[in-house]
């Protein structure tokens, strides 16, 4: 399938440059990006406590271990939000002050590398970092502290629904979504070629199993057949046997949500096994920075959604970009990698559920983050009562690899020069080039 629009290549040999969105307060996505309302030019007002002690917020991020690679877009997102934010009259007339610490890809380390925040500071809210199992880790800690917490990057449902959740909230597509856009991706094929047999390989944890599952009900619905749906362990190195049944099964569509290293092992074995699937959704690992620059040829149009994908317009997209190339050592042409732009859409809702509440009263920013319309980079949307986004208000976008970026692919209808028609079905490995 040809491409319809033209592109610009983003800077470097195939990594995604770093970064992601303005902090848009209110307006619809248009008067954000053109300036009427946005944390990126606005002016804010002292907040009803008077204060003027810096708002404090702790995270971690996985500077090491096993998601450094999507940590360091993490941390790249929360500093350039708190940039932002300082740069333009902070919140309530206040400054930001965001205290990370490396969580090591551990989440003993979460919780402890939290706690210390905690201990030396007044902390006034918490952000999250990558990945279910630790970003559960935090809202275990902000759950007892009584804090709110804000994470992206934890499309698990399972936590918010069995957990009561009154404190973390997840401005980010859940898994429910998520296989409401693989139906939308596989829909994407001509109807006369669209992908029959599905494979669904799941990493063995609590969300890969709710993956499968939710995976394997949206798709059948949509009249596809799963004739593989097989688990795997985080860290496994060697996919020969996934492969084997996959292609005596004659998987056309392949699912699967590894760690990043693992994905990247995966389809380079998948490469040296000559299984080639016409359509291959990838979450988490397809999302890192250096997907391309790991992978080669073997990654090119993988299929990805994580929250956010180079292309997307509205909702402080424009600024964000434009505040992004501003910086030093940023191609004037580059973008923002996927996990940035995702885990920056954490600091859009921090900002407007503090001013929406005029204080940092944790109750106050609660109530607050369950009654209030979000905008940002990411879309609109309202949090239910469990902190997940109303089913239905964000429609994840999805990505596919190509010319060197993520590149847009649904929503279709977005004419933008990140945006393109996905390539379907995916050329032999023999005829792809960088």
């Given at each position: 399938m040809s491409n319809r629009r033209q592109f610009i290549t983003a800077a470097g040999t195939g990594a995604v440059a770093l970064?992601?969105?303005?902090?848009?307060?209110?307006?619809?996505?248009?008067?954000?990006?053109?300036?009427?309302?946005?944390s990126g030019g606005s002016t804010t007002t002292m907040g009803s406590s008077g204060s003027d002690e810096p708002i404090t917020?702790?995270?971690?991020?996985?500077?090491?271990?096993?998601?450094?690679?999507?940590?360091?877009?993490?941390?790249?997102?929360?500093?350039?939000?708190?940039?932002?934010?300082?740069?333009?009259?902070?919140?309530?007339?206040?400054?930001?002050?965001?205290?990370?610490?490396?969580?090591?890809?551990?989440p003993q380390k979460v919780r402890e590398s939290l706690q210390t925040i905690l201990d030396n500071n007044d902390v006034d809210m918490i952000w999250g970092?990558?990945?279910?199992?630790?970003?559960?880790?935090?809202?275990?800690?902000?759950?007892?502290?009584?804090?709110?917490?804000?994470?992206?990057?934890?499309?698990?449902?399972?936590?918010?629904?069995?957990?009561n959740y009154q404190w973390t909230f997840a401005p980010f597509p859940k898994s429910?979504?998520?296989?409401?856009?693989?139906?939308?991706?596989?829909?994407?094929?001509?109807?006369?070629?669209?992908?029959?047999?599905?494979?669904?390989?799941?990493?063995?944890?609590?969300?890969?199993?709710?993956?499968?599952?939710?995976w394997s009900e949206a798709l059948e619905a949509n009249g596809h057949e799963v004739v593989v749906n097989e688990k795997f362990q985080i860290g496994a190195?060697?996919?020969?046997?996934?492969?084997?049944?996959?292609?005596?099964?004659?998987?056309?569509?392949?699912?699967?949500?590894?760690?990043?290293?693992?994905?990247?092992?995966?389809?380079?074995?998948?490469?040296?096994?000559?299984?080639?699937?016409?359509?291959?959704?990838?979450?988490?690992?397809?999302?890192?920075?250096?997907?391309?620059?790991a992978t080669g040829v073997a990654g090119l149009y993988t299929n990805s959604t994580?929250?956010?994908?180079?292309?997307?317009?509205?909702?402080?997209?424009?600024?964000?970009?434009?505040?992004?190339?501003?910086?030093?050592?940023?191609a004037a042409d580059a973008y923002p990698a996927p996990?940035?732009?995702?885990?920056y859409n954490v600091t859009q809702t921090a900002k407007q559920a503090i001013e929406a509440a005029g204080s940092v009263e944790p109750e106050a920013v609660r109530d607050t983050l369950l009654d209030t319309e979000f905008r940002t980079v990411l879309g609109s949307f309202r949090f239910d009562e469990n902190g997940m986004p109303v089913e239905g208000d964000l429609?994840?976008?999805?990505?596919?690899?190509?010319d060197g970026l993520l590149r847009l692919v649904i929503p279709s209808d977005v004419d933008s020069e990140a945006s393109t028609d996905i390539e379907y079905p995916a050329p032999a490995y023999g005829d792809r080039s960088m």
């Open positions: 970064v992601t969105g303005c902090l848009g307060s209110g307006g619809d996505g248009d008067s954000t990006d053109s300036g009427t309302t946005d917020i702790a995270a971690t991020v996985s500077r090491t271990g096993s998601f450094s690679s999507a940590g360091e877009d993490v941390e790249t997102a929360y500093r350039l939000g708190e940039q932002l934010i300082n740069d333009n009259g902070g919140i309530l007339g206040r400054d930001v002050d965001v205290i990370i610490r490396d969580d090591e890809s551990d970092t990558f990945g279910s199992l630790l970003v559960g880790a935090a809202a275990s800690i902000a759950e007892r502290e009584g804090l709110p917490m804000l994470s992206a990057n934890f499309a698990y449902m399972e936590p918010h629904l069995n957990n429910r979504d998520m296989a409401n856009g693989a139906v939308k991706l596989a829909n994407l094929a001509p109807e006369d070629n669209r992908p029959v047999n599905v494979g669904i390989w799941q990493t063995n944890t609590g969300w890969g199993a709710e993956l499968g599952r939710v190195s060697d996919f020969s046997t996934l492969i084997s049944q996959a292609k005596s099964a004659n998987v056309e569509y392949l699912l699967t949500n590894p760690a990043p290293g693992g994905g990247i092992t995966m389809v380079n074995q998948m490469q040296e096994n000559s299984f080639n699937p016409k359509l291959a959704t990838i979450e988490r690992a397809a999302t890192i920075t250096t997907w391309l620059d994580p929250g956010w994908v180079p292309g997307l317009t509205g909702g402080g997209n424009q600024r964000m970009l434009e505040a992004f190339r501003a910086q030093d050592d940023v996990t940035v732009g995702g885990s429609a994840p976008p999805m990505g596919q690899w190509q």
